[in-house]
Every structure is written in C-alpha cells, then in structure tokens.
C-alpha cells in the first residue's frame, strides 16, 4: 500500500490550504486555515473496507469507510499530478473542489466536517454525498 501527501495553499489567501493524505490505509483531504483544520472529508479506502467500522475507537485513526457507505475505492493518488484544487471566492458557501486525476471527487468548506465526496453512496460521519447533478456541474 502507498503512501501519499501533499499540501496545497490558496492563491487567493495564504493562511487556507487544503491537505490531502493517504497513510496507506485510507485517505482523506482537510481543509485547514493556518495549521487549524476548519473542514475534512474522507476520499477512499486502501485497506479493506469493513463491513462494520468501529468510528469509537481512537487508536483506529483515520477511520475507514464502511461498506454501507462506499460506492466506489478509487485507485489511491501515487503523485502530486494526479491531484487538483480549485479554490472558489467564497469558502463558505462554494468552498474548495477536489479534482482526482480529473474527475470531481470531493467538497470542503469551511465548517463542514464532514465534507461532500462522489464516492459514498449515502451521508455519514466521513462524507456526505454529492448529488448528480451538483457532480455533473463540476
């Protein structure tokens, strides 16, 4: 399993940036203004999907995605290129889009934890979901 991390900061404001992270076990994006994280969201699994997470126990950090909730495991990033942020003028409201390997993957803004990804099929405590046709307008 790879490991991947790469931190991406706001053209527009410097103290916002957007971590992603993949310990090699599940992935995540946080949203973080200066070193604070202000929004997160869960990308995908790379360690098998469980059938019933345990989202209490916290030496289990990052959870997994149950299979419940997972509609799809994307390939995991393996570099910086396959990975683009747009930053909308309003982090509140639009947020910041995640793009994997072209393909709209997740929403944060500020506040929303969790935030909003094209790969869970329904909300839960890592992700809500995205409706098709917000998906089709990015």
């Not at 900061?9 to 310990?23: A, L, P, R």
């Not at 098709?132 to 990015?138: A, F, G, M, N, V």
């Given at each position: 399993?790879?490991?991947?991390?790469?931190?991406?900061?706001?053209?527009?404001?410097?103290?916002?940036?957007?971590?992603?992270?993949?310990?090699?076990?599940?992935?995540?994006?946080?949203?973080?203004?200066?070193?604070?994280?202000?929004?997160?969201?869960?990308?995908?699994?790379?360690?098998?999907?469980?059938?019933?997470?345990?989202?209490?126990?916290?030496?289990?950090?990052?959870?997994?995605?149950?299979?419940?909730f997972?509609?799809?495991?994307?390939?995991?990033?393996?570099?910086?290129?396959?990975?683009?942020?747009?930053?909308?003028?309003?982090?509140?409201?639009?947020?910041?889009?995640?793009?994997?390997?072209?393909?709209?993957?997740?929403?944060?803004?500020?506040?929303?934890?969790?935030?909003?990804?094209?790969?869970?099929?329904?909300?839960g405590?890592l992700?809500?979901?995205?409706s098709?046709?917000?998906?089709?307008?990015?």
């Open positions: 399993m790879r490991e991947f991390y790469d931190q991406i900061f706001s053209q527009q404001n410097d103290c916002y940036s957007v971590v992603i992270e993949d310990d090699g076990k599940v992935a995540y994006a946080y949203l973080l203004k200066e070193e604070h994280i202000i929004g997160d969201v869960w990308l995908y699994n790379q360690a098998e999907t469980p059938a019933d997470p345990d989202w209490t126990d916290k030496e289990s950090l990052p959870f997994l995605n149950g299979q419940e997972v509609r799809d495991n994307i390939t995991p990033i393996l570099n910086v290129d396959e990975v683009r942020v747009e930053w909308t003028d309003d982090l509140e409201v639009g947020g910041v889009l995640l793009y994997i390997r072209d393909q709209f993957t997740a929403k944060l803004t500020i506040n929303s934890k969790p935030g909003w990804s094209t790969n869970v099929t329904k909300d405590p992700a809500r979901t995205i098709k046709d917000l998906e089709t307008h990015y």
